[in-house]
């Protein structure tokens, strides 16, 4: 079975200073890859998405970006972090068949921007 | 545009009663819906999985069911144990690349 690992586990960092949050899979390849943002009082909201090495798709405008420079790696950055960045962010898998397979969370990254 | 409510907000029974959590969704044009469990400063745990041509699905004490027609899907917890205590959170896919939509959910304490 597949397992998702995410680092770090919590992150303090100024407004303003950069941001790189790692995504990690095992037990899977070829995997469609998500990141999610679940922020105080808020319901989760999807970020980006990867189907592919390279591949990457935004829904929403913000200062963030994300990269997937291997199949199974997936990097959520930031060149200047806003007050409005900090929350919990998972990221998440399907495997083939991405419109019917469940989805798999990680165990995610509280970042808080201070 | 998709949107999904579930409701309560919030749920607090004693231990054995059974739970019901609703969700409800806009757009019936559905791959699928699935139920989550997340506990305080966790990641979600998947549940259960209901594709769209199915009604319900069941796994252990757990049975959720799904009413496309009507934008309606409930998950139902047989005989709740104070380890049943979390926010339960559903979403819906509602587009070939996976993408999900998910409620606020609902937040269930069960008392011993």
């Known amino acids: 079975s597949q397992t998702i690992h995410q680092w770090p586990a919590t992150l303090v960092q100024p407004v303003g200073s950069p941001l790189s949050l790692e995504c990690t899979v095992e037990?899977?390849?070829?995997?469609?890859l998500y990141w999610y943002r679940q922020a105080a009082g808020r319901g989760l909201q999807l970020l980006f998405y990867?189907?592919?090495?390279?591949?990457i798709s935004s829904e929403v405008p913000q200062n963030l970006s994300a990269s997937r420079p291997q199949d199974r790696q997936f990097i959520l950055s930031s060149k200047k972090l806003l007050l409005s960045d900090s929350g919990f962010y998972l990221c998440?898998?399907?495997?083939?068949?991405?419109?019917?397979?469940?989805?798999?969370f990680g165990p995610g990254t509280r970042l808080t921007v201070t | 545009k998709q949107e999904v409510t579930q409701i309560p907000a919030a749920l607090s029974v004693p231990e054995g009663e059974n739970l019901v959590l609703n969700c409800s969704f806009t757009?019936?044009?559905?791959?699928?819906l699935q139920w989550f469990r997340q506990d305080p400063g966790k990641g979600l745990t998947s549940l259960l999985l209901?594709?769209?041509?199915?009604r319900e699905q069941t796994s252990g004490r757990l049975n959720a069911s799904l009413d496309k027609s009507s934008g309606r899907s409930t998950l139902y917890i047989a005989a709740s144990q104070p380890g049943d205590s979390a926010t339960y959170l559903c979403?819906?896919?509602?587009?070939?690349?996976?993408?999900?939509?998910f409620g606020a959910g609902t937040q269930v304490v069960v008392t011993p």
């Open positions: 990867s189907v592919g090495i390279g591949q």
């Open positions: 037990g899977t390849s070829n995997p469609n």
């Open positions: 979403a819906v896919n509602t587009d070939s690349w996976g993408k999900l939509q």
């Open positions: 998440a898998l399907t495997r083939m068949g991405a419109n019917l397979g469940e989805q798999y």
């Open positions: 209901i594709q769209s041509s199915q």
């Open positions: 757009d019936s044009a559905i791959y699928n």
